[in-house]
């Protein structure tokens, strides 16, 4: 029977569902709020934007511009004017004579005659202005003001009542208007000879430029101070543009307009056929849930896919209503579907993360396996037998040959292997590089078949998705706790063994190492921990170079205690960034005094591992560098081979951190790894210092020879320096020279020593004169 963690991989279809219902009942209701109303008309005018064109030219404005009002003192004008503006279009071939001008009230006997005679004699179609408007303040219904009797008989009335929204725009027009029961068409109806149902409207097209729509002056055109015009075939609308006539509304994409320009967009949406059918955003809405419900109905969409899958429906209905607006099919709204999708984005981020939340306390990251909590909730107060570890060896070098992905696939492949041993064939991953389960009965009396059996299941090769990798394993047993198995598998490999029970003597040594580690801490909070220098000599011009600060540590009871044991101590207890501090400041102090004596010198400082994925310590670094009293420059940090290699990604960004602030890098014991070139190559380096162990027995061993000198030759060829340590003796230091090597270290040239002798010795002039003529 499988315990409860084995919950944990649970089929998130519900986590989906409830995602899915909440975003649809999220979306209807701030629809039915309004919600989204702003953004559906700004991506309206977005695509009447992208799909911008031209008038047709068949609606032609005759304006009554300012220049037209100042030729003609008096307004209202005579109706002279408007009847020979009739003659004028006639001659000129208009097909239609539209008025947007109020004719409603008499003019003298004269006037109001002289223009119904033009209107008579007139070949083109002549439409008068209708207009619906409240019988009084007092009462609700409505009455037509018509144009005067005379006037009417023998021409055409439209409506040109206009609509603006609860913004106060006019962004739909309508077909016509039904007043006192008496239906009549719009002006734009009728200029465009289309009909519709009455009192329904339509969306008036923004992308028609309304400059492209041609205009004449009316002063021009009664004068004839104008160009010859030719309307034959086209309508010509005769209405006010004059700023200080008022007649003029907001529009959404092109702000505010004349209602003669309006009344001509109007006229040519429907002459270019761009009144389309808006089916409204309900359809869309189910078409869009329909897709997404289909995706968790599969059951085989991860959570990323899904956001995928919303992100890729929201692409394809923006790019499908671009298209079929473009094509004159129909157009839809498109809000509610992005509400919607992002709801179901943020709800299902929301789940994520609370499942998350609630899981991850027992659940190890990075192979998604049950983790030293759940463990302890599987023993909490119960009789559990034993508990065994198996401590994975080389874990370095494994993060090396496989990556984050392919890591979950090996802890998920040993996990089934070693659940043949496993109490519910459960597994736990407590720490990075080790595994514990309890041990199932049948092995509670036979422990040394326990772990024979565990040995020979880790003989063949662990599939690490395409990589075979070939693991290697000490184990512990407990009783007691979880705590003491781990220790017992600590204490199998410190002895060599391949499994081993808790010992009560690896708890003393435990704590001895504990109680160093409190008196290194002293020690650094005391400053009684001493930097010195080993010098780095320039092999072709034979002078200094620089030096390397190197910590060391002189006990009063213990001695002097090597940096291989105390600098470990410090990076499994997580305060190496405390250490590599106050050597970087001492150095940079003490590079500060030499500049003054020796201009240019560099100083390396070695930064460990752990601290190239930290964050805060890169920054503190770079801002104590830069606080220094020389230039970043002249300060180098050294990282290990395998530190670039533990984690790419995350060096890398660091690196490039370090090397934007002008702070030299080097690579260090080069050669230990398993970097490429290729991977040098994307590193922002400066050099690469040959590991010692080529260069001390390069002498006697012909293949490290060849390996040092190929090195160097592939420095070169990447435009890096390359620094050799280890040098012990003047038969190396010359075949470096001869192989072209920049920078030497070793005993041969300087043992480590402290600033006030590297002063001495190596700043001093005369004492460098007499070591080069030595």
């Not at 991977?679 to 012909?702: A, C, H, N, W």
Request: with cysteine.
């Amino acid at each position: 029977m499988k315990t409860i963690f084995s919950s944990f991989d649970a089929d998130p279809f519900f986590q989906f569902l409830a995602a899915w219902t909440l975003a649809l009942l999220a979306a209807l209701v701030l629809s039915s709020a309004g919600v989204g109303n702003e953004v559906e008309r700004q991506l309206t005018n977005l695509r009447a934007s992208l799909l911008e064109k031209p008038a047709s030219g068949d609606v032609v404005i005759v304006e009554i511009d300012a220049r037209s009002l100042q030729a003609v003192d008096n307004w209202p004008w005579p109706r002279a004017h408007y009847a020979k503006a009739i003659d004028v279009l006639t001659a000129a071939g208009a097909s239609q004579i539209a008025f947007d001008v109020d004719f409603s009230s008499r003019s003298t006997e004269m006037q109001d005659q002289i223009l119904a005679e033009a209107i008579a004699r007139s070949d083109a179609t002549v439409i008068l202005p209708t207009m619906r408007q409240q019988a009084s303040t007092v009462q609700s219904e409505f009455v037509e003001s018509l144009p005067i009797e005379m006037l009417r008989e023998n021409a055409f009335l439209a409506s040109v009542n206009v609509h603006p929204d609860e913004l106060g725009q006019l962004n739909d027009y309508s077909f016509g208007t039904t007043t006192a029961g008496i239906a009549r068409p719009s002006l734009a109806s009728m200029i465009a000879e289309v009909s519709g149902d009455i009192d329904h409207s339509f969306a008036i097209d923004q992308s028609i430029d309304p400059n492209t729509i041609p205009r004449l002056s009316f002063g021009d055109l009664v004068s004839g101070n104008g160009q010859p015009i030719n309307l034959a075939g086209k309508a010509a609308l005769i209405g006010a543009t004059a700023i200080e006539l008022g007649d003029r509304y907001p529009i959404s994409r092109h702000g505010i307009l004349p209602g003669v320009v309006i009344q001509a967009m109007a006229s040519e949406t429907l002459i270019q056929g761009t009144n389309l059918q808006n089916l409204g955003s309900l359809p869309t809405l189910m078409l869009a849930a329909i897709v997404l419900l289909g995706g968790i109905l599969i059951r085989k969409i991860s959570s990323a896919g899904m956001i995928r899958l919303a992100l890729g429906t929201a692409v394809i209905f923006s790019g499908l209503l671009l298209l079929t607006e473009y094509l004159n099919l129909v157009t839809f709204g498109n809000v509610q579907v992005m509400l919607f999708l992002a709801s179901y984005i943020l709800f299902q981020k929301f789940l994520t993360t609370t499942r998350a939340l609630n899981t991850s306390r027992y659940i190890n990251v990075t192979s998604n396996l049950p983790n030293e909590t759940a463990l302890l909730k599987t023993v909490g107060g119960r009789d559990f037998g034993f508990i065994a570890t198996a401590r994975i060896s080389d874990f370095r070098e494994l993060l090396v040959v496989t990556s984050k992905e392919s890591r979950r696939d090996l802890f998920r492949n040993l996990a089934s292997r070693f659940g043949f041993l496993a109490q519910d064939e459960q597994i736990f991953h407590l720490d990075s590089d080790l595994l514990a389960w309890i041990v199932k009965s049948d092995y509670r009396n036979d422990i040394v078949g326990h772990f024979d059996t565990a040995s020979v299941l880790l003989q063949a090769p662990v599939m690490a998705e395409q990589t075979r990798v070939k693991i290697a394993a000490t184990f512990g047993i407990s009783s007691e706790s979880v705590d003491k198995a781990r220790i017992a598998s600590e204490q199998a490999f410190a002895a060599g063994q391949k499994w081993a029970w808790h010992n009560e003597e690896v708890d003393q040594a435990i704590g001895q190492k504990h109680n160093l580690l409190m008196e290194l801490d002293r020690s650094i909070e005391d400053g009684k921990l001493v930097v010195v220098y080993q010098p780095k000599w320039d092999l072709s011009a034979q002078a200094l170079d620089g030096a390397e600060a190197l910590v060391r540590w002189s006990h009063p009871d213990r001695g002097l205690i090597s940096p291989e044991i105390f600098i470990p101590l410090l990076e499994q207890a997580g305060r190496i960034d405390q250490l590599t501090y106050l050597v970087l400041r001492r150095a940079l102090n003490d590079l500060g005094a030499w500049d003054k004596r020796r201009p240019g010198l560099t100083c390396s400082v070695n930064i460990s591992a752990k601290l190239l994925s930290d964050s805060s310590f890169v920054d503190q670094a770079i801002a104590m560098v830069k606080a220094a009293a020389v230039s970043n420059g002249q300060v180098v940090f050294e990282v290990t081979e395998t530190a670039t290699l533990a984690d790419p990604d995350a060096s890398l960004l660091a690196l490039r951190q370090i090397r934007k602030a002008g702070i030299g890098i080097s690579i260090d014991d080069y050669g230990t790894g398993q970097s490429t070139i290729s991977y040098l190559q994307r590193l922002p380096i400066g050099e690469i210092k040959l590991d010692k162990s080529f260069v001390q027995s390069m002498v006697t061993d012909k293949s490290n020879q060849v390996i040092v000198k190929s090195t160097i030759a592939m420095a070169h060829e990447l435009g890096l320096k390359i620094v050799a340590e280890g040098i012990e003796d003047q038969q190396t230091m010359d075949l470096l020279m001869q192989y072209g090597c920049d920078i030497g270290q070793g005993w041969h040239i300087s043992k480590p020593v402290s600033s006030e002798i590297f002063t001495a010795v190596w700043l001093d002039s005369v004492a460098e004169e007499q070591r080069l003529s030595a």
